[in-house]
């Protein structure tokens, strides 16, 4: 059992990797993506899949491409999320035995992700389509459906989210940035946790 928050962790540097995955485990936050965009990534993956693996989801991030699949499998990840919706990197990502978080915006992206396979959907910038665009995109979907509500979105938002139908969230630029001390991080990591439980209260032992 586990919080449906994924921090992105975009910008992390290699150094730091493993300290500040410590960080978001140890405050309740145990989904998290490290973009490919950021630092050497796969050195970050690959240090927080063997120091955090048996206690976390560890994944990337902006992956586009079935190359970038095959490279992030080798790091021992367990999932990727993409910001486009692309059947060709969503199937391959099954095929490897990974997660598949594949970004959509629209409910023709919404359905052929789930065609293709995908275990949950992205929405991507969820601040731009608003609450009312997803809450009617929500409506359509199959009831099973996983839905993440991704940019411009933070916990002062869940509830409203909560209320339009998002089963979780994913968050960057309120939980991590680049410069920002360990203790900055831990705070924001603990906030969030605090935000999520009011919302969709506590984990149940």
């Not at 989904?31 to 630092?39: A, M, R, T």
Request: charged content about 15%; overall charge negative; proline content about 7%.
């Amino acid at each position: 059992m586990s919080r449906s928050l994924i921090a992105i962790l975009r910008g992390l540097e290699p150094e730091r990797a493993v300290e500040i995955g410590e960080i978001l485990v140890d405050a309740g936050i145990d989904w998290i993506e490290v973009p490919l965009n950021s630092p050497e990534p796969l050195v970050s993956i690959a240090a927080m899949q063997s120091a955090l693996g048996a206690r976390a989801h560890i994944g990337a991030g902006t992956v586009l491409t079935t190359a970038e699949v095959d490279a992030v499998a080798g790091t021992g990840a367990t999932f990727i999320v993409a910001p486009n919706c692309d059947p060709r990197v969503i199937g391959w990502a099954k095929g490897l035995g990974l997660g598949a978080f594949p970004g959509v915006f629209t409910p023709s992206e919404c359905f052929t992700a789930l065609e293709a396979g995908a275990d949950a959907l992205k929405v991507f910038p969820a601040g731009l389509m608003g609450t009312a665009g997803f809450k009617a995109i929500r409506t359509v979907l199959p009831r099973a459906t996983r839905v993440f509500a991704v940019g411009g979105v933070g916990p002062s938002d869940f509830a409203s989210w909560r209320d339009a139908g998002a089963d979780g969230f994913g968050l960057g630029g309120s939980l991590f940035q680049p410069g920002w001390p360990t203790a900055r991080i831990a705070e924001a990591a603990h906030a969030s946790v605090r935000a999520w439980d009011d919302v969709y209260g506590p984990l149940q032992e």
